[in-house]
């Protein structure tokens, strides 16, 4: 199978595709935080852009992680996926909120942001 082909390699590369397009909505949102509420609120959304954008990367890690070729298998890898991006995910935003001295709505707006960027991504990444 030539690398072209191999559906693993093509998906963790459209996974990347995901998280930068993340990433990029997540520097958008801390620009935009910067200009309202200065470096701490700057810092507070992309700290919640990279916590959505890891999110994505565990969850693309993992799907792409191993070739499934059962039905259940694939079931098992997206469910132990979305397990894992959602405790990354609270874990992160337990972490932040706890210790990170981040100011909350910067921090939601950030994720929020990305998750967006995640959805813009679902319609023009094939």
Do not use: H
């Amino acid at each position: 199978m030539s690398p072209r082909s191999d559906p693993a390699r093509t998906g963790k590369r459209r996974v990347l595709r995901y998280v930068s397009l993340q990433l990029a909505c997540a520097a958008t949102a801390a620009l935009a935080a910067f200009g309202l509420g200065g470096w701490n609120a700057a810092r507070s959304a992309l700290a919640g852009g990279v916590i959505i954008a890891c999110g994505t990367a565990v969850f693309g890690w993992l799907l792409f992680a191993e070739r499934v070729t059962t039905t259940s298998g694939v079931t098992r890898v997206l469910y132990a996926g979305e397990l894992l991006k959602w405790l990354w995910v609270g874990v992160a935003f337990w972490l932040a909120f706890a210790f990170g001295s981040f100011s909350a709505l910067p921090l939601l707006a950030g994720a929020i942001v990305a998750q967006i960027g995640f959805w813009i991504g679902v319609g023009i990444i094939r």
